[in-house]
Antibody, heavy 120, light 111 residues
Framework: QLVESGGGLVKAGGSLTLSCAAS????????MNWVRQAPGKGLEWVAS????????YYAQSLKGRFTISRDNSKNSLFLQMNSLRAEDTAVYYC???????????????WGKGTTVTVSS | QSVLTQPPSVSGAPGQRVTISCTGS?????????VHWYQQLPGTAPRLLIY???NRPSGVPDRFSGSKSGTSASLAITGLQTEDEADYYC???????????FGTGTQVTVL
């Protein structure tokens, strides 16, 4: 199970940190993603972090404003969002990423999402 | 912007068969990366529907099936039911972007 938190209303230019609490599986065995969905729009991959946090990857559109991190000792995933813009308004989901067999690079477990609203 | 292209909408009567296409390129589907499909019911999180192009997780009805060929993939729903009304997204990995890519999404309507 994945449970996101930390969403809310923030002014343009502000910052927000999202959290995702994992349970029911060995968190440290999985790559993790953040995915967002703007109102009435499709799914957009945001960021990804490998098991040991050695490598992180981001959607090019974010231009260095977001930082993904994890704490395996606390089974937690984070997304630090800076210089927020109105276009960052979306529901943000965390998702588990298997890296084995036919499940490779799918997202097989999703949280219910947390809503971020950026006011201009 | 989405790298994988899907039709915006498809529709069918109950019991009919509908298909959704997902067109990519040589850096994602054509590079051999798996294609996965998600179902998103209104107001809910996406749910993995098909993984590895053609496999169903436990609990997914066998009326859902997937296939892949070249730089494209498709999802078929046979015996369409009212509860299948949802948005469907394909997803893969793109080597040139070093990231995950989603399709543009397809809304399925049961007439």
């Amino acid at each position: 199970q994945l449970v996101e938190s930390g969403g809310g209303l923030v002014k343009a230019g502000g910052s927000l940190t999202l959290s995702c609490a994992a349970s029911g599986f060995t968190f440290s065995d999985y790559r993790m993603n953040w995915v967002r969905q703007a109102p009435g729009k499709g799914l957009e991959w945001v960021a990804s972090i490998l098991i040991s946090s050695t490598y992180t990857y981001y959607a090019q559109s974010l231009k260095g404003r977001f930082t993904i991190s994890r704490d395996n000792s606390k089974n937690s995933l984070f997304l630090q969002m800076n210089s927020l813009r109105a276009e960052d308004t979306a529901v943000y989901y965390c998702a588990r990423v298997p890296a084995h067999g036919d499940y490779y690079y799918s997202m097989d477990v999703w949280g219910k999402g947390t809503t971020v609203t950026v006011s201009s | 912007q989405s790298v994988l292209t899907q039709p915006p909408s498809v529709s069918g009567a109950p019991g009919q068969r509908v298909t959704i296409s997902c067109t990519g390129s040589r850096s994602n589907i054509g590079a051999g990366y798996h294609v996965h499909w998600y179902q998103q019911l209104p107001g809910t999180a996406p749910r993995l529907l098909i993984y590895g192009s053609s496999n169903r997780p436990s609990g997914v009805p066998d009326r859902f099936s997937g296939s892949k060929s070249g730089t494209s993939a498709s999802l078929a729903i046979t015996g369409l039911q009212t509860e299948d009304e949802a948005d469907y997204y394909c997803q893969s990995y793109d080597s040139s972007l070093s990231g995950f890519v989603f399709g543009t999404g397809t809304q399925v309507t049961v007439l």
